[in-house]
């Protein structure tokens, strides 16, 4: 069956980087669009972006342009999501998420994994 | 900056008929949209409910439809039942892989 399957809770101080990765089975990884969905305590879902797995190209939101990296590594079938800067507000939970096609509902997501930007 | 807009919240009681709308701050929305509509209960991942506008994904009760409404999509829920309160979220495709969710609306069954 389709996993998504990602790394665990993180704890980082304001101005560091946190890299949080999504490890696919289940299907062939390199088939679907990988997304990136966060969500802020008691706040609403917001996107970041997407990763090709196929042929590592991203599209990430304006608002994260600069900010957010979004890699994979075909050979583990996982993709990782890095974003600098970190801030009080960063902190969310952000989960991945895949999609078949430009426009396709996401079918499968990640348990979610915790960052917690704090001083 | 385009905005996708939802009601922030809604009550119905059970058994009532009630319809979410999906906006977009930049004009009408239409099938081209895609619009999606996914279902989050507290501390759970979202669950697709409606997909490309009116298609229900797998398991979803036939009392959950989405259709276009003049220029919003539409998720209607037919006989609403407790199970049925939770956060509801859109997904606008606005193009070149950019999709935005709007803000979301909490459903209260009372």
């Known amino acids: 069956q389709v996993q998504l399957v990602q790394s665990g809770a993180e704890v980082k101080k304001p101005g560091a980087s946190v890299k949080v990765s999504c490890k696919a089975s289940?299907?062939?990884?390199?088939?679907?669009?990988m997304h990136w969905v966060r969500q802020a305590p008691g706040q609403g879902l917001e996107w970041m972006g997407l990763?090709?797995?196929?042929?590592?190209?991203?599209i990430y939101a304006q608002k994260f342009q600069g900010w957010v990296t979004m890699t994979r590594d075909t050979s583990i079938s996982t993709v990782y999501m890095e974003l600098s800067r970190l801030k009080s507000d960063d902190t969310a939970v952000y989960y991945c998420?895949?999609?078949?096609?430009?426009?396709?509902?996401?079918?499968?997501w990640g348990q979610g994994t915790l960052v917690t930007v704090s001083s | 900056q385009t905005v996708v807009t939802q009601e922030p919240s809604f009550s119905v009681s059970p058994g009532g008929t009630i319809t979410l709308t999906c906006g977009l701050t930049?004009?009408?929305?239409?099938?081209?949209?895609?619009p999606t509509w996914y279902q989050q209960t507290p501390g759970q991942t979202p669950r697709t409910l409606i997909y490309r506008t009116n298609t229900r994904s797998s398991g979803v009760p036939d009392r959950f439809s989405g259709s276009i409404l003049g220029n919003k999509a539409a998720l209607t829920i037919t006989g609403a039942q407790a199970d049925d309160e939770s956060d509801y979220y859109c997904?606008?495709?606005?193009?070149?892989?950019?999709?935005?969710f709007g803000g979301g609306t909490k459903l209260t069954v009372l």
């Open positions: 990763i090709n797995p196929n042929s590592g190209g991203t």
């Open positions: 289940g299907y062939t990884f390199t088939a679907y669009y």
């Open positions: 998420a895949r999609a078949y096609d430009y426009g396709d509902n996401f079918d499968s």
């Open positions: 997904v606008l495709y606005v193009g070149s892989g950019v999709v935005i």
């Open positions: 930049s004009g009408s929305v239409s099938t081209s949209h895609y």
